[in-house]
T-cell receptor
């Protein structure tokens, strides 16, 4: 029944490493999102995409980039991981235009040491 | 951009009591207001939503009210049960074109037996 799959549940990376977080959805949704979740700060939007090869910055894009080469896959890239990027990362997808019908993945808990 | 404030950050109730979580938003053009429930270790899931053309919506023990003039909306849970214990997030969106959800910081609800 899983519709949005994040490749890793837990990751531990070293400072300065390049980190890839992968997200795949099987619902043929046009839109995909990456959020970061921190206690007391809620969910903050990092990047989103409304089409293949298209990307838009969210509220906190600094230190991140994304890639969407196929409709079903949206990757979040930490170019040079830092300890302040230790967090829970949530991927989501939604159909069509507007903000209806977000489906979230289970999240990737990233620790940067 | 949109800003969503959510209160309280934590809420403890006894089983059977009612719980109310309140959110305010800043963008008067926002017209879609979903609520997500996130149980411990799980993904956020939509539990109810409301659009700006209605003032109240109910689904069994859950209801959401919207006051467009005051720019606030609330989640009401009646006859709370221990399985209602979770983090609840409100969100707001213009819900047009390439719009995204802006989330509140979350409310941790604890229902004690």
């Amino acid at each position: 029944d899983v519709k949005v799959t994040q490749s890793s549940r837990y990751l531990v990376k070293r400072t300065g490493e390049k980190v890839f977080l992968e997200c795949v959805q099987d619902m043929d949704h046009e839109n995909m999102f990456w959020y970061r979740q921190d206690p007391g700060l809620g969910l903050r939007l990092i990047y989103f995409s409304y089409d293949v090869k298209m990307k838009e910055k969210g509220d906190i894009p600094e230190g991140y980039s994304v890639s969407r080469e196929k409709k079903e896959r949206f990757s979040l890239i930490l170019e040079s991981a830092s300890t302040n990027q230790t967090s829970m990362y949530l991927c989501a997808s939604s159909p069509g235009q507007g903000a209806y019908g977000y489906t979230f993945g289970s999240g990737t808990r990233l620790t940067v040491v | 951009g949109e800003n969503v404030e959510q209160h309280p950050s934590t809420l403890s109730v006894q089983e059977g009591d009612s719980a109310v979580i309140k959110c305010t938003y800043s963008d008067s053009a926002s017209n879609y207001f979903p609520w997500y429930k996130q149980e411990l270790g799980k993904r956020p899931q939509l539990i109810i939503d409301i659009r700006s053309n209605v003032g109240e919506k109910k689904d069994q023990r859950i209801a959401v009210t919207l006051n467009k003039t005051a720019k606030h909306f609330s989640l009401h849970i009646t006859e709370t049960q221990p399985e209602d214990s979770a983090v609840y997030f409100c969100a707001a969106s213009r819900n047009s074109g390439y719009s995204t959800l802006t989330f509140g910081k979350g409310t941790m609800l604890l229902v004690s037996p």
